[in-house]
């Protein structure tokens, strides 16, 4: 199906785009139209959803302009029509100080539910980085994402790679320790 002249990037820029992507089933449908277009009845089978459910959240990603139809075909005098996501990456707005972080807020529901018995890999780990070390450390993460992306095969199962890389805000100092 044609997805191939999908622009490389999507700056969500709206209110109606930071609500779309703002909700988990809608964040789980674009992660599943991420690799390849789908309707709203595979949609709707992949993630265990109701055929209306699945539709409804479809239409609001395609109105906020955040997925999009890529074919579309009769199967006994109904059209069908595919979805896929209206650019390769979509990009944030920097969150203000004090809002949610939508990204890793999806990724801990998705750990949550996640097979307790599947596979996983979690690890946190604490660091003390200059300026250069952190920025470089960024860029390398970021890189290896990219770099498994790009072989990333839509036969095989669905991974999720989340990773943060933050200082952490500093507590306030008592004479005592940390508060």
Same mark, same amino acid.
Request: hydrophobic share 40%.
């Given at each position: ?41 595979? *949609? ?30 009769? #199967? ?15 990009? *944030? ?8 972080? #939508?990204?890793?807020?999806?990724? #801990? ?27 470089? *450390?960024?860029?390398? *993460? ?19 790679? #989340? ?17």
């Amino acid at each position: 199906m044609p997805t191939d002249d999908l622009p490389e990037t999507l700056h969500v820029t709206t209110d109606e785009q930071l609500r779309a992507v703002s909700n988990l089933t809608r964040h789980r449908i674009m992660a599943v139209l991420r690799f390849e277009p789908a309707t709203i009845t595979q *949609l709707a089978d992949r993630l265990g959803l109701a055929k209306g459910s699945s539709s409804y959240h479809v239409r609001l990603l395609e109105r906020a302009g955040l997925v999009r139809v890529v074919q579309t075909r009769k #199967v006994r005098g109904v059209t069908e029509r595919y979805y896929a996501m209206a650019a390769r990456s979509i990009v *944030l707005p920097k969150r203000g100080t004090g809002e949610p972080d #939508v990204l890793m807020r999806h990724a #801990v529901a998705d750990l949550e539910a996640a097979p307790v018995d599947g596979e996983r890999q979690v690890r946190m780990a604490h660091l003390r980085l200059t300026e250069a070390q952190f920025a470089e *450390l960024g860029e390398r *993460l970021n890189a290896l994402a990219d770099e498994y992306r790009e072989l990333s095969d839509p036969s095989l199962p669905d991974v999720s790679l #989340v990773f943060a890389l933050f200082r952490p805000a500093a507590g306030e100092k008592t004479e005592e320790g940390t508060k």
